[in-house]
């Protein structure tokens, strides 16, 4: 793979990028050791600041599809529902909130050592330096070193 790795982690489209933040902060309330967030509380909360979000514009808002959500108040509105500043989905990564940022390390983390203890179990026979190897691979993937980012 050729290029920076800021040009690797670019989105394709607008629309891209805003599924990554909801994605992010859908997974940081996990991370968290919460329950995951349900379209129904999302949406009950932004009605009660007189808000609309239909089931099939969260949808594609949070797949990337359909046309790019502009509407200030509905994103502020869902960014005030996570508690981040509302720059975070109306602007760049620069806005992102320091909660956020440290989470997203987190919730990688999480996934790498999930992916070991999966690995471990279901391979049983793979030797030491192997599986040491797996996640040497696996913390520089998470580092940012490595060809694929979330």
């Known amino acids: 793979m050729t290029g920076t790795p800021e040009s690797s982690l670019a989105p394709s489209t607008p629309q891209v990028e805003l599924a990554r933040k909801l994605n992010l902060l859908l997974d940081v309330v996990v991370a968290e050791g919460n329950t995951p967030h349900t379209y129904r509380e999302i949406a009950t909360d932004l009605r009660s600041k007189h808000l609309s979000l239909s089931r099939a514009r969260w949808a594609y808002m949070i797949a990337g599809t359909g046309p790019l959500v502009t509407d200030a108040d509905l994103l502020t509105g869902i960014a005030e529902f996570f508690r981040i500043p509302p720059a975070y989905l109306l602007g760049?990564?620069?806005?992102?909130?320091?909660?956020?940022?440290?989470?997203?390390?987190?919730?990688?983390?999480?996934?790498?050592?999930r992916v070991v203890s999966f690995?471990?179990?279901?391979?049983?026979?793979?030797?030491?330096?192997?599986?040491?190897?797996?996640?040497?691979?696996?913390?520089?993937?998470?580092?940012?070193?490595?060809?694929?980012?979330?």
Do not use: W
């Open 92 to 113: 760049s990564d620069d806005d992102l909130p320091e909660r956020v940022d440290s989470q997203l390390a987190f919730v990688k983390k999480l996934r790498a050592q």
């Open 119 to 150: 690995a471990a179990r279901t391979l049983g026979d793979v030797s030491p330096e192997t599986l040491r190897h797996i996640t040497e691979l696996l913390e520089d993937d998470i580092a940012g070193g490595g060809p694929h980012q979330d």
